[in-house]
């Protein structure tokens, strides 16, 4: 270094430095040694310090290659023919120019963003202002307000609800809450509520003249108001104690009438999604047994209804939506339904948030195929296209075959509730929700798992939706009350039974394999024992799915679905894993989006 340079890539500048010690880099003593040959001290040696570069100088060391590039700007039903098809085939084919500009809209960069921010703001409680009142209030990020705002305008709520039966009305409205729980799930839980509230509503005139224009208006108005001064209302639910969970006949919730035909509630309730709602149907024990009651947030002469937010839940995700502890410090109520009808009442708003499950779920998987084919479809590994090697094939076309099953049998219930078709509902619905919301964390995580460490980043959004994905089979009974809901309907109702049969045997002399694996569903059905009844749930279920993918899908859907999942060493347990013959490059090209 004569020249005073250092060589290599620094390549900078050096300036004199005394070193340390007694003539030693490392400023250790070197007792017993002369410094020099003559016993005398040198002068201080130097060495090059580097200097850096200027910042802004380009090193060359983070030039940006092999990254797929944004997903924002793709069609969402250019990619999903299960849905368009679906819909079509459920009675709402005219609608699909609405939902297109709907899905272009959700995959919007101002509405992922808006995804984004909403769960990276969460909530905030607000129990007293500064002065000390108790407002039990609770803050959202502006993000928020947009996605409801959205959701309510597209009549994702309670819109169906003035439809007639048969038109087509809620299949629509299915594939649009499917659409924007592709983007955003949080905010999807009022909209549900406020969509399954109505037909609860019904069991009562009065109560039902008096908030139905509201929740069917499709206008998005917050804030703390009387409701028959607000343009638009939501509903909300309220069943769970904390000594209770699921078990909603034990109860501790009281609720005593009044001489002016209301009821004054005294409790406290573990989970109340959305409490800023309008509304809320929540179960207490009134003199005459366990009774389902309206809750307004505002009573009709303006004063806050005792209603008090103890705190927002920490949740594992949902973290864009408020859910609270609530105590009922004399609340006040009208009665719906009849006193002791509690259940019975509520249970038709159940239904229709298990509806939902199963559509925010299939939504779920769906995004995350999304995200997964769309990273294959771009990154290259080992030199060659992630998306062109054969076992990366083989695990999107798995996950794709998932997706396609979801979302035919979700918008098919949907048709069911569009058409009136009771009995089928009644055993396929919790059925169906219990095997794709069980499916769902699968699913997504393997989807992260095609995007690599990248996947595991929370810029990626794999991770949100991961923290989403075990909610729906938890929300509105966990597997095991899904499971021996299914057991009870196969055991009282067989007019469900029948319903549900008719519809697998549709498929009927289709295919071998599916034919054994309907024949093993009907011994199932015949043994009704609790211990097996998630098996029997997951066998109607995919029954269901592998006769309708039978009938309508294409056959490298069809046939690569029955191999993987009713030959007698199936089905499978991991993705990847389909048989040889399955045509992987075709079920790849059908789910990849195509980014603009």
């Not at 700007?73 to 459920?90: F, I």
């Not at 509230?197 to 009065?206: Q, T």
């Not at 003249?209 to 343009?231: H, I, V, W």
């Not at 995200?371 to 076309?397: C, K, N, W, Y």
Request: charged share 20%; aromatic share 4%.
């Amino acid at each position: 270094m004569t020249d005073g340079r250092m060589r290599g890539t620094e390549q900078t500048v050096t300036t004199p430095v005394e070193a340390p010690g007694n003539g030693t880099e490392s400023g250790e003593a070197t007792a017993g040694r002369p410094s020099s040959s003559t016993g005398v001290t040198s002068a201080p040696r130097t060495r090059p310090r580097p200097v850096a570069a200027p910042v802004g100088t380009d090193l060359g060391t983070h030039e940006v290659l092999n990254q797929v590039p944004p997903l924002a700007g793709y069609d969402p039903l250019a990619c999903d023919p299960a849905l368009v098809d679906a819909v079509r085939r459920e009675g709402a084919g005219d609608a699909l120019d609405n939902l297109a500009v709907l899905g272009r809209t959700i995959a919007s960069e101002p509405a992922r963003e808006d995804a984004r921010l909403a769960n990276e703001n969460p909530p905030v409680l607000r129990t007293h202002d500064r002065y000390g009142h108790r407002i039990d209030e609770v803050e959202f990020h502006p993000s928020w307000h947009r996605l409801m705002a959205l959701s309510v305008g597209w009549g994702l709520h309670g819109a169906p609800w003035q439809a007639d039966p048969g038109s087509g009305a809620h299949v629509a409205r299915a594939a649009g809450f499917y659409l924007m729980n592709q983007l955003e799930q949080g905010h999807c839980c009022p909209i549900s509520m406020t969509y399954a509230a109505i037909p609860a509503l019904r069991h009562d005139p009065d109560l039902m003249a008096r908030f139905e224009p509201g929740l069917m208006a499709r206008e998005y108005q917050p804030g703390l108001a009387r409701p028959d001064t607000k343009s638009g209302l939501l509903a909300g639910m309220s069943m769970t104690e904390k000594q209770g969970g699921s078990d909603v006949r034990s109860g501790t919730t009281v609720a005593a009438s009044r001489s002016d035909g209301t009821y004054e509630l005294i409790g406290h309730k573990w989970f109340t999604s959305a409490p800023m709602n309008d509304l809320f149907l929540t179960l207490a024990q009134a003199p005459g047994g366990l009774t389902c009651f309206v809750l307004p947030r505002v009573l009709p002469d303006g004063s806050r209804n005792p209603i008090r937010l103890q705190r927002l839940k920490d949740k594992v995700g949902n973290r864009s939506n408020a859910s609270a502890e609530i105590e009922y410090d004399g609340a006040i109520g009208w009665r719906l339904g009849d006193e002791g009808r509690g259940v019975a009442t509520i249970i038709e708003m159940v239904s229709m948030t298990r509806l939902d499950c199963v559509l925010g779920s299939a939504a779920i998987v769906r995004a995350a195929l999304t995200e997964a084919a769309h990273h294959v479809a771009h990154r290259s590994a080992f030199g060659s296209r992630l998306a062109d090697t054969p076992l990366m094939q083989t695990v999107i076309a798995d996950l794709a075959l998932e997706s396609e099953a979801a979302t035919s049998l979700a918008l098919r219930l949907a048709g069911a509730v569009d058409r009136g078709e009771r009995h089928l509902l009644r055993l396929a619905l919790p059925a169906t929700k219990y095997l794709v919301c069980k499916r769902t964390s699968t699913v997504v995580a393997e989807a992260l798992e095609c995007l690599g460490g990248n996947g595991y980043v929370e810029d990626s959004g794999l991770p949100r939706l991961y923290r989403e994905a075990p909610l729906n089979s938890i929300w509105e009974g966990s597997g095991n009350v899904t499971a021996l809901d299914v057991l009870r309907a196969v055991t009282r109702e067989p007019d469900s039974v029948d319903a549900v049969l008719a519809e697998i045997d549709a498929a009927s002399g289709a295919d071998e394999w599916f034919d054994r694996g309907v024949r093993e569903l009907r011994t199932e059905l015949r043994s009704r024992e609790e211990r097996r009844a998630r098996r029997l749930a997951e066998m109607l279920a995919l029954c269901l799915q592998g006769s309708l993918l039978l009938r309508h899908a294409p056959e490298e859907v069809a046939s690569a679905f029955v191999s993987s999942r009713f030959l007698p060493d199936g089905p499978w347990r991991t993705a990847g894993t389909l048989p040889a013959q399955v045509h992987t490059q075709a079920l790849l090209q059908r789910i990849t989006p195509t980014t603009v």
